[in-house]
């Protein structure tokens, strides 16, 4: 195995260790994330306190994208990315302190240190990825479809280890308890980061031309309506899932930790082999790669996904398999709308600086991610998760709306 290794281009060397450096940071996360959510509402924290936990998370996840990417075009895609993975080792050990320091303040800011690393690590990675794809000097329709394969290959993968972070969380809590699960993946994590300090490649992702801090915000309007969308996309996701469903799941079907966090991880881990797949699936009928049209045919489709369970639960219409059944639909169909977006923002991107047109998306990213989170606690404690639901179906709209202006064609970017 390792004389193959030896034999592949050193492109294809480098996405193999990005992969892996990703794919090592996922699992951590999932699990911690898991971790978290189910120590804190055993200790009877409040739905809005365990959204609370994650603020910081969030909103650094936010200014860490705002600012990773000229970061990243300074020092180096693998320079931010060991950072990364640094960091999460520290937020790691953060938790690894006697039960009476694990405040909400204290967890929070290990959580905003693990919201820095997380973004600098998905940054580095899907920047690296526009780097790397071998181009087709014959055809720029065939670069961009292997580019949007290796895009969804990375994110699929990712999300698939991410649900498995969720049922490795659920499973470390029950036979291993809380402060023993962190030490673990501590420790695993810091072998993977001695590692990479070695693997990667020093110059990667260098910008020939040093942007200056004012060129954080992008001039392009393609990029921008793409970011305004992934906004409410995941937005639209973390309203109802990042606490509201797992809380649901806990209390009003009596689920256990175990099969919360198995559940979960099943749904991750689906959504990330969609993921894969969207390439297939979203190209049946030619060779050419997507645009802004599939984004909006394919957010329209999502939409009716939270309507339906709403309405199903509403009038109590079988409210397990309405759930359960409409969330692995939402899935599927959330699955196939991120792939696209993660396809489009590299396809957008500018070769030199890629890191500051992918790290202001995934600026907008977090920003959805961190409004979804603080809604997702708040309109389940107030309202319910069919209020939750609503807002998704509201915020999937708005992306579906924002998608129309994104380019049909690449002369149109």
Not at 75 to 80: A, D
Not at 92 to 105: E, G, N, Q, Y
Not at 216 to 228: E, M, P, T
Not at 311 to 323: D, G, K, Q, R, S
Request: proline share 3%; charged share 10%.
């Amino acid at each position: 195995m390792l004389e193959r290794f030896s034999q592949l281009s050193s492109e294809i060397k480098q996405y193999f260790i990005i992969t892996g450096n990703y794919w090592a940071f996922t699992l951590t996360d999932g699990a911690l994330r898991m971790l978290v959510v189910l120590h804190f509402h055993t200790l009877g924290y409040s739905p809005l306190d365990i959204a609370l936990l994650f603020l910081f998370y969030e909103i650094f996840g936010v200014i860490t994208n705002l600012t990773g990417g000229w970061l990243g075009a300074h020092l180096g895609l693998n320079k931010t990315m060991n950072i990364g993975l640094a960091l999460q080792v520290v937020a790691l050990s953060m938790l690894l302190v006697p039960d009476d320091w694990l405040t909400v303040a204290w967890v929070m800011a290990a959580q905003a240190l693990s919201g820095i690393a997380k973004d600098l690590n998905k940054m580095s990675a899907k920047s690296a990825i526009k780097l790397l794809v071998p181009s087709d000097s014959q055809s720029v329709s065939s670069s961009e479809q292997t580019l949007y394969k290796w895009v969804a290959v990375l994110t699929g993968s990712k999300n698939a280890l991410k649900g498995a972070g969720f049922f490795l969380g659920g499973f470390l809590l029950m036979t291993l308890g809380f402060t023993v699960a962190i030490f673990t993946m501590a420790i695993a994590l810091a072998l993977v980061w001695l590692l990479s300090m070695f693997l990667l490649k020093k110059d990667l992702g260098k910008a020939k031309n040093k942007p200056k801090f004012r060129d954080i915000f992008s001039k392009s309007r393609a990029i921008n309506y793409l970011s305004a969308a992934r906004l409410f996309l995941f937005g639209a996701r973390d309203v109802w899932f990042v606490v509201a469903l797992p809380v649901f799941l806990a209390s009003q079907f009596s689920w256990d930790h175990w099969s919360v966090g198995a559940f979960l991880a099943i749904w991750v881990i689906g959504y990330g082999a969609v993921q894969t797949q969207a390439p297939k699936i979203t190209n049946r009928n030619g060779n050419q790669p997507p645009n802004g049209h599939h984004a909006f045919v394919w957010a329209i489709l999502l939409l009716f996904t939270p309507v339906l369970i709403a309405l199903a639960l509403t009038f109590e219409l079988n409210p397990t398999l309405a759930l359960l059944g409409g969330l692995m639909i939402f899935g599927a169909l959330f699955a196939i709308n991120s792939s696209l977006h993660s396809y489009l923002i590299v396809s957008y991107a500018r070769n030199d600086g890629v890191s500051l047109d992918v790290g202001f998306y995934y600026m907008a990213n977090a920003m959805g991610r961190l409004i979804g989170t603080l809604l997702s606690g708040w309109l389940f404690q107030a309202y319910g998760l069919i209020t939750c639901l609503w807002v998704s179906a509201l915020f999937v709209g708005f992306a579906a709306l924002l998608s129309i202006a994104l380019p049909n064609t690449r002369e149109a970017i």
